[in-house]
């Protein structure tokens, strides 16, 4: 069983709708949580950073860490083609730097 | 403001070849990896570098190698190309768990 699991997709949503984005982990000594977005030939870019558990938002975007659960969330509201990516989750634990990766979730946004 | 710049961005090898992948940042990291991507199995970290000087084994190190003789670059060697390592390279740099800084990466095909 891997570390970090999430659902490689393809999800394909409509234009405007909620998107819910889910990564589920074993080791309970993550600490560090994070989204990165990553477009087709290009290099991931850190989209969402989160410590422990709770809720961050920026703008459209929400990630939701549940530790009790080994869950987090990435939100999306008001879905735009521009999207449309492969999002994937990261962590680590707090005595390294190194982070464990989930495969990526690609989202389609249909206009 | 470059971040992280990869050499080459294309590169096709023959089975036996050897070639080095070089990357450069320019934001004063101290941490840098080179990861590779293959479909469906997310990022695997290679070789990845502390500081100046100092290289450390990843995930998936066998049949390369690294070398961080300055601060700013990260080279990527292999030795003896195989047709398992053709896939997408990527190298990143950090601060602190703050997040990756990804170069646009290095696309490889060993034939």
């Known amino acids: 069983q891997k570390e970090v699991e999430q659902d490689p997709g393809p999800l394909s949503v409509p234009e405007g709708a909620i998107v819910s984005l889910n990564c589920t982990y074993s080791n309970s000594a993550f600490q560090y949580f994070m989204w990165y977005r990553q477009y087709s030939r290009k290099g991931p870019e850190l989209l969402m950073y989160t410590y422990s558990s709770g809720n961050k938002e920026d703008g459209r975007f929400t990630a939701q860490v549940d530790k009790s659960s080994k869950y987090i969330s990435l939100f999306i509201r008001d879905s735009q083609p521009s999207d449309s990516a492969t999002y994937l989750c990261a962590m680590s634990a707090r005595s390294n730097y190194q982070l464990i990766w989930g495969a990526g979730t690609k989202l389609i946004i249909k206009p | 403001n470059a971040g992280v710049t990869q050499t080459p961005k294309f590169r096709v090898l023959k089975t036996g070849q050897s070639m080095t992948l070089l990357c450069a940042q320019d934001?004063?990291?101290?941490?840098m990896y080179w990861y590779r991507q293959d479909p469906g199995m997310g990022l695997r970290l290679i070789h990845y570098?502390?500081?100046?000087?100092?290289?450390a084994k990843g995930e998936v190190p066998d049949g390369y190698n690294v070398s961080r003789l300055k601060k700013q670059n990260f080279l990527l060697g292999l030795e003896s190309a195989a047709p398992s390592q053709t896939s997408v390279y990527f190298c990143?740099?950090?601060?602190?768990?703050?997040?990756?800084?990804f170069g646009s990466g290095t696309r490889l095909t060993v034939v």
């Open positions: 934001m004063n990291h101290e941490y």
């Open positions: 990143a740099s950090s601060y602190s768990r703050d997040g990756y800084t």
């Open positions: 570098s502390v500081g100046e000087g100092t290289t």
